[in-house]
């Protein structure tokens, strides 16, 4: 099973700032197949990116996803007060099965 | 798309439950579909899967032998039915319909808590 590694825990910026969030695997992630969520306090996940870095339908374009292999990223550019989220990667590329990363927490000051 | 997951309530340890979805705004047997939980303050763990057509299936460790998932397309409706639960089995259940380009969530529905209390 690929065990996805995120970090930091806990993300404290101020708006306006730049966020970027790291997940590594601990096996190479086939086709680059990794997945970016975003849950907000009471909601369910939403899809923020796929394939690595392909926008989901309706995501703004300050959200963006980037990497290979074993070490990914999420970058926020120009964060915003609604940002402030649980983000999650997850690995479909050993299919049947998924895998989640335990999240970064997003903080705004 | 939606998603309407149902069937979540206080059980007993050993005890059983079934949950269900109602999913609609999209042709449901196109898709393959899955349960993913979160525990109280927790991250998200991915539970099961279930293909197209219903007739394989796949499970996590941690449930494989007490959890079955199971699907009517003629109801556009999915199923997890949850056996011998434990306390660690509490979480909030999430329906989750995977996306057209590989086994990402596209969509999730609400979720439905199931509490493993005596």
């Known amino acids: 099973e690929i065990v996805l590694t995120q970090s930091p825990g806990t993300l404290s910026l101020s708006p306006g700032e730049r966020a970027t969030l790291s997940c590594r695997a601990s096996?190479?992630?086939?086709?680059?197949?990794l997945a970016w969520y975003q849950q907000k306090p009471g909601q369910a996940p939403r899809l923020l990116i796929y394939?690595?870095?392909t926008r989901a339908t309706g995501i703004p374009d300050r959200f963006s996803g980037s990497g290979y292999g074993t070490d990914f990223s999420l970058t926020i550019s120009r964060l915003e007060p609604e940002d402030v989220a649980v983000y999650y990667c997850?690995?479909?590329?050993?299919?049947?099965?998924?895998?989640f990363g335990q999240g970064t927490r997003l903080e705004i000051k | 798309v939606q998603l309407v997951e149902s069937g979540g309530v206080i059980v007993q340890p050993g005890g059983s439950l079934r949950l269900s979805c109602a999913a609609s705004?999209?042709?449901?047997?196109?898709?393959?579909i899955h349960w993913v939980r979160q525990a109280p303050g927790k991250g998200l763990e991915w539970v099961c899967l279930?293909?197209?057509?219903?007739?394989?299936?796949y499970y996590a460790d941690s449930v494989k032998g007490r959890f079955t998932i199971s699907r009517d397309n003629s109801k556009n409706s999915l199923y997890l039915q949850m056996n011998s639960l434990r306390s660690e089995d509490t979480a909030l259940y999430y329906c989750?319909?995977?996306?057209?380009?590989?086994?990402?969530?596209?969509?999730w529905g609400q979720g439905t808590l199931v509490t493993v209390s005596s």
């Open positions: 989750a319909k995977e996306g057209d380009f590989g086994s990402y969530i596209e969509s």
């Open positions: 705004g999209f042709i449901f047997d196109d898709y393959i």
């Open positions: 279930i293909s197209r057509d219903g007739d394989n299936a």
């Open positions: 096996q190479r992630v086939t086709s680059d197949y």
């Open positions: 394939g690595a870095s």
């Open positions: 997850q690995q479909y590329g050993s299919s049947p099965s998924i895998t």
